[in-house]
T-cell receptor, first 110, second 113 residues
């Protein structure tokens, strides 16, 4: 089954404790992206990658890092999480102009 | 600055009614997409429109792309409870890639029996 898989689905952590959210896709898409979704602000792009070893900032990259060492994986790294990074995160992969989303990771930073 | 404005933000209707959701921008998009998102899930692509004036139908859903490629509408005929969800429009500013998809803030639709 074609899918984008994120882990974990839910995460509660403390301020400053480094964390990684994994994302994997099995559709051989070159494009992958991370979004955060917040009430009243909609979906905002954090980082995206057009291919292996090629990443670029989206609209809200501060406080996040990404890497694209393999085509199928695109982890999101929060080196020192803060409460304002509490949000619902989505990974997506795409072809042409269409994006396919994972099920989301709800992150709470206390 | 929100590039894509959706209206209304919330809509609560009864089964069988018709409705229209609007997505407006001052920017010209190379393509525009509509997604539906259900609670606890990621957005799911419904349709992509690429040509100004284009109309696409998906069962009871009709999507239209404005002539100037700055706006779009989604019309649902005879809404059903299964249509309940968050509807998102997204515009692509780059030709041929999904790299700079910009999302609207969404329209939350509730259809009751």
């Amino acid at each position: 089954e074609a899918q984008v898989t994120q882990n974990p689905r839910y995460l509660i952590t403390v301020t400053g404790k480094k964390l990684t959210v994994t994302c994997s896709q099995n559709m051989n898409h070159e494009y992958m992206s991370w979004y955060r979704q917040d009430p009243g602000l909609g979906l905002r792009q954090i980082y995206y990658s057009m291919n292996v070893e090629v990443t670029d900032k989206g609209d809200v990259p501060e406080g996040y890092k990404v890497s694209r060492k393999e085509k199928r994986n695109f982890p999101l790294i929060l080196e020192s999480p803060s409460p304002n990074q509490t949000s619902l995160y989505f990974c997506a992969s795409g072809r042409n102009t269409e994006a396919f989303f994972g099920q989301g990771t709800r992150l709470t930073v206390v | 600055t929100q590039l894509l404005e959706q209206s209304p933000q919330f809509l609560s209707i009864q089964e069988g009614e018709n409705l229209t959701v609007y997505c407006n921008s001052s920017s010209v998009f190379s393509s525009l997409q509509w997604y539906r998102q259900e609670p606890g899930e990621g957005p799911v692509l419904l349709v992509t429109v690429v040509t100004g004036g284009e109309v696409k139908k998906l069962k009871r859903l009709t999507f239209q792309f404005g002539d100037a490629r700055k706006d779009s509408s989604l019309h649902i005929t005879a809404a059903q409870p299964g249509d309940t969800g968050l509807y998102l429009c997204a515009g692509s500013l780059n030709t041929g890639t999904a790299s700079k998809l910009t999302f609207g803030t969404g329209t939350r639709l509730q259809v009751t029996l």
